[in-house]
C-alpha cells in the first residue's frame, strides 16, 4: 500500500472512531409505557473509547489470587435422592434406605455415578444389587474409569 492509500485508510477509522464514541455517550430519557408507570427510563453515562496506540500492549487482567481445585466426589453424589429423610424407591445410593428398604429393590434407577464425562481418567461410583443375599443388598464400588476418546482433558492437579 503506498502513501496515497494511508490517508483515506486513516480518515476511514477516524470516522469509525469518532461514530463509536458518539454512541457511547450518554442518551436523553426516552419515556417507557407499562400499564402502570409513565416514568422515563434512566440511562447511565459511557465513557468514551479512548484510543491506544498501535503496537501498545493491553493492560494485565488483576486476578484475585489462586482459584480453588473443583472436587467433585462420585461417592458423595446421589441424583436419585429426591426426598431428604426418605428413601428414594430403586435409589440404591441413597443413605436413607434401610437393609429392610434395599430388599424390596427392583433394580438400582441409577447405577452409574460420575463427574464430567470429558475428562481423561475419572472415578466412578457403580451400585448394583446383590439378590442371592438373603435379605437382598446393594454393592458399591469405586472404580477409576478411562475416557478413550483423543479429545478428553487431561488433569494434571
Not at 454512541?23 to 479512548?50: D, F, G, I, K, W
Not at 466412578?124 to 483423543?150: E, G, H, K
Amino acid at each position: 500500500m503506498g502513501p496515497q492509500g494511508v490517508q483515506p485508510l486513516l480518515l476511514l477509522l477516524l470516522d469509525c472512531w469518532a461514530s463509536v464514541s458518539a454512541q457511547t455517550r450518554a442518551t436523553p430519557p426516552v419515556p417507557t409505557e407499562s400499564l402502570n408507570s409513565t416514568e422515563a427510563a434512566r440511562t447511565t453515562p459511557r465513557p468514551a473509547l479512548s484510543p491506544r496506540p498501535f503496537g501498545t500492549p493491553k493492560a494485565p487482567v488483576p486476578t484475585s489470587g489462586p482459584r480453588p481445585t473443583p472436587v467433585t466426589d462420585v461417592a458423595a453424589l446421589c441424583v436419585c435422592d429426591l426426598t431428604p429423610a426418605q428413601c428414594d424407591v430403586n435409589c440404591c445410593c441413597d443413605p436413607d434406605c434401610s437393609s429392610t428398604d434395599v430388599s424390596v429393590f427392583s433394580a438400582c434407577s441409577v447405577p452409574v455415578v460420575m463427574g464430567d464425562s470429558q475428562f481423561c481418567s475419572q472415578k466412578a461410583a457403580i451400585y448394583s444389587l446383590n439378590f442371592t443375599a438373603n435379605p437382598p443388598q446393594r454393592i458399591f464400588r469405586l472404580v477409576d474409569q478411562i475416557n478413550p476418546s483423543i479429545f478428553c482433558v487431561h488433569i494434571t492437579n
